[in-house]
């Protein structure tokens, strides 16, 4: 067969700028290797996250003495993120690279995008009330995605751990992973979408803190579907008697804690097996288990141990959530 010499685009439908059409191919004499970053230009202009977010900000600055905004700036900073520039003075670099350009709606000759002092002056602007309805705003996105209300939503509530290098405000040093880091809060629905996510220092969270943000998440929800279901669902450090209260007085919310795996068998030569426990007598059970155990299932808990879902050759439905557009 006759090799093809015709040059093709191989990211075909790029939205034009300024009344130009944008072609990406391989046979140009300007390359990149950042071109991810027209199909995410499509992706965010169809989502708005930038403007949403931005929208949640007071912006203090003089409004004729603007040359970038808000807007602008968030876009910037989420682009270089996802492009693998975590770092904020890379902006000093990127600002006048054509594809980031491209990606932000400026032409390669056109003014340079925002340098690092912006980014940095921006990531400090908003305060906690910003940043609380920040978080309400990528709740009301992820709600507004449904085509129709689903009857019932799990929530994955998790926390994990991330490694700062510097002195970064919130960062605490966390004796398990043995650095510094955050421990943010992140909730993805049971079909992996992602709801919202809460930046914390890097310690496991107490069950008042873990009622204070679930209240704000589920009346958030609850804004927008009123009587969906819901179940939450997270590891067994969160089933603490603070949230086994929040959800009793609710019935549509069921928590469903997961067991901890079972402990590794260490295989070294000097290991012996420990000696197995005496069960306790029938009826020798502490008050405060019982109690808990009463609270438990006053609340709604299905429990990874007793529920048939953890045991052999089981598996538990959930009905899914309808289709998001």
């Given at each position: 067969m006759?090799a093809?010499d015709?040059?093709?685009p191989?990211l075909?439908?790029l ?6 059409a944008?072609?990406a191919r391989?046979?140009s004499a300007?390359?990149s290797s950042d ?10 202009q169809?989502l708005g996250i ?10 203090k600055r003089?409004?004729e003495?603007i040359?970038?905004g808000l ?5 910037f900073?989420?682009l270089m993120?996802?492009?693998?520039y975590?770092d904020?003075?890379?902006?000093d670099?990127?600002?006048t690279?054509p594809v980031?350009k ?9 003014g340079?995008?925002c340098s690092?002092?912006t980014?940095s002056?921006?990531?400090n602007l ?8 920040m ?7 992820y709600?507004?995605s449904?085509r129709q209300v689903?009857r ?5 509530i998790d926390d994990?751990f991330d490694a700062v290098?510097?002195g970064q405000?919130l960062r605490?040093?966390n004796?398990?992973?043995?650095e ?10 049971g ?9 914390r ?7 008042r ?7 704000r998440l ?6 927008n579907?009123?009587?969906v279901?819901?179940?939450?669902r997270?590891?067994?450090h969160?089933c603490?008697?603070?949230v086994?209260?929040?959800c009793r007085p609710?019935?549509s919310?069921i928590f469903s804690?997961s067991?901890?795996?079972p402990?590794?068998v260490d295989?070294s030569p ?5 000696r197995?426990r005496?069960?306790p007598?029938r ?5 405060g288990a019982s ?7 006053q ?7 007793s ?10 439905s ?8």
């Open positions: 006759p093809n015709e040059t093709t191989i075909p439908g939205s034009p700028i300024h009344g130009r944008i072609e391989f046979d300007m390359m071109g991810g970053l027209l199909v995410l230009r499509e992706i965010e169809r930038a403007k949403r977010l931005a929208a949640c900000i007071h912006d003089a409004p003495r040359v970038h807007d602008e700036i968030i876009r900073r989420m993120i996802a492009a693998g975590e904020g003075n890379d902006a670099s990127l600002r690279d980031f491209l990606a932000m709606d400026r032409l390669p000759d056109h340079d995008l690092q002092s980014v002056r921006a990531e908003p305060d906690r009330h910003a940043l609380l309805r978080g309400r705003a990528l709740v009301d996105h709600c507004q449904f689903p019932r939503i799990v929530l994955d994990t290098h510097g405000q605490l040093f004796a398990h992973h043995d510094y880091g955050f421990q943010p809060i992140v909730v993805f629905d079909q992996g979408r992602m709801i919202t996510a809460l930046l220092p890097a310690c496991r969270p107490s069950g803190q873990i009622v204070f943000w679930l209240r589920i009346a958030a929800l609850r804004d579907w009123p009587r279901e819901i179940l939450l997270a590891d067994s969160y603490t008697p603070e086994l209260r929040f609710n019935g919310i804690a067991r901890r795996p402990r590794c295989t000097g290991w012996k097996p420990a197995p005496t069960p007598a009826g020798a059970r502490s008050s109690k808990n155990s009463t609270m438990a299932r609340a709604g808990i299905v429990s990874s141990a529920s048939p879902a953890s045991r052999p050759g089981r598996r538990a959930i009905p899914a959530s309808s289709s998001p557009t």
